[in-house]
């Protein structure tokens, strides 16, 4: 199939364009928001921790009594054929899975095959200078469900906090529930404080994040304490360092919250060593298992 760089899509088992993709308007994930899915990033054509994001991609359907057949192994021949189709060393491989297509009804359907989607297109660049200067979020209460460990397709909450960090001149949202600091709206955040990583514990409140557990594994490795703990927002306005993780962003330092200067108000040592402790890992790949 020609491409034009713009990406690729497997569905139900063909491949075809972003324009040619067709879903029902019966999907239970277009009707109900039933459905999960997974993020992998693609470093110079190979997918980086796919295992990873495959098993958290199962225990998310399984959470939701959600089953589906096809094998990790299949997974990862379909999405390794999207990057040679596509011919995109460095990009975003999407994976979404569906209840499937029954006329509405919101008790489970009987006899119904899941939707299955698999997608590449370019990594999203992040803001010009994120990196080398940091970013800037605001908090906002956390006002998503009780199932926040499960990769639901389900994002209204997080869509309208991102825009409303947008709208205040900030990169990210930050989720306070009951004065407990629990995540970003896309996600993962840690601090660094007298001299300790903290980051919140991985329960219901919060998905446990692939470069999250990565992170912690990798300052466990260069001896820099760290803890999972609970803290509140007074804890975030007096750490020495703040940044946030995830497969899109990979280490992303943040030098203002609710417009309140973080340490010295640029990017602080621990987040740029991690950072090329990671990088390093990525040029590595495949990661060994978490």
Same mark, same amino acid.
């Given at each position: 199939?020609?491409?034009?760089?713009?990406?690729?899509?497997?569905?139900?088992?063909?491949?075809?364009?972003?324009?040619?993709?067709?879903?029902? !308007?019966?999907?239970?994930? #277009?009707?109900?928001?039933? +459905?999960?899915?997974?993020?992998?990033?693609?470093?110079?054509?190979?997918?980086?921790?796919?295992?990873?994001?495959? *098993?958290?991609?199962?225990?998310?359907? $399984?959470?939701?009594?959600?089953?589906?057949? !096809?094998?990790?192994?299949?997974?990862?021949?379909?999405?390794?054929?999207?990057? $040679?189709? $596509?011919?995109?060393?460095?990009?975003?491989?999407?994976?979404?899975?569906?209840?499937?297509?029954?006329?509405?009804?919101?008790?489970?359907?009987? %006899?119904?095959?899941?939707?299955?989607?698999?997608?590449?297109?370019?990594?999203?660049?992040?803001?010009?200078?994120?990196?080398?200067?940091?970013?800037?979020?605001?908090?906002?209460?956390?006002?998503?469900?009780?199932?926040?460990? /499960?990769? $639901?397709?389900?994002?209204?909450?997080?869509?309208?906090?991102?825009?409303?960090?947008?709208?205040?001149?900030?990169?990210?949202?930050?989720?306070?529930?009951?004065?407990?600091?629990?995540? +970003?709206?896309?996600?993962? /955040? #840690?601090?660094?404080?007298?001299?300790?990583?903290?980051?919140?514990?991985?329960?219901?409140?919060?998905?446990?994040?692939?470069?999250?557990?990565?992170?912690?594994?990798?300052?466990?490795?260069?001896?820099?304490?760290?803890?999972?703990?609970? #803290?509140?927002?007074?804890?975030?306005?007096?750490?020495? %360092?703040?940044? !946030?993780?995830?497969?899109? /962003?990979?280490?992303?330092?943040?030098?203002?919250?609710? *417009?309140?200067?973080?340490?010295?108000?640029?990017?602080?040592?621990?987040?740029?060593?991690?950072? @090329?402790?990671? *990088? @390093?890992?990525?040029?590595?790949?495949?990661?060994?298992?978490?």
């Amino acid at each position: 199939m020609p491409m034009n760089g713009n990406g690729l899509v497997w569905l139900n088992g063909s491949f075809m364009s972003f324009e040619e993709a067709r879903i029902s !308007i019966e999907d239970r994930g #277009f009707q109900f928001a039933d +459905g999960v899915y997974e993020v992998v990033r693609v470093y110079d054509g190979k997918p980086f921790t796919f295992q990873e994001h495959l *098993k958290r991609l199962r225990q998310s359907a $399984s959470l939701i009594e959600l089953d589906f057949k !096809i094998e990790d192994d299949r997974l990862k021949e379909i999405g390794q054929e999207l990057v $040679s189709r $596509s011919d995109l060393k460095d990009a975003e491989l999407y994976i979404q899975i569906t209840r499937g297509v029954a006329p509405r009804s919101h008790a489970f359907p009987r %006899e119904i095959y899941p939707t299955i989607l698999l997608s590449i297109r370019p990594v999203r660049p992040l803001p010009e200078g994120a990196l080398e200067k940091g970013v800037s979020a605001i908090t906002l209460p956390d006002e998503r469900w009780a199932r926040c460990n /499960i990769k $639901s397709i389900s994002l209204l909450p997080n869509v309208l906090a991102k825009e409303k960090a947008r709208r205040a001149g900030a990169y990210e949202a930050i989720f306070i529930r009951n004065g407990i600091v629990t995540e +970003g709206a896309s996600s993962n /955040i #840690f601090l660094l404080l007298e001299g300790v990583l903290r980051t919140p514990p991985a329960d219901w409140r919060i998905l446990r994040g692939i470069t999250r557990d990565l992170v912690l594994n990798l300052a466990g490795k260069e001896g820099l304490p760290s803890k999972e703990e609970e #803290f509140g927002v007074e804890k975030l306005y007096q750490a020495e %360092e703040v940044f !946030i993780t995830s497969t899109a /962003i990979e280490i992303l330092p943040v030098v203002e919250i609710d *417009k309140r200067k973080i340490g010295a108000g640029k990017p602080g040592t621990v987040q740029h060593l991690l950072y @090329q402790k990671f *990088k @390093q890992l990525v040029k590595e790949n495949p990661a060994p298992a978490l």
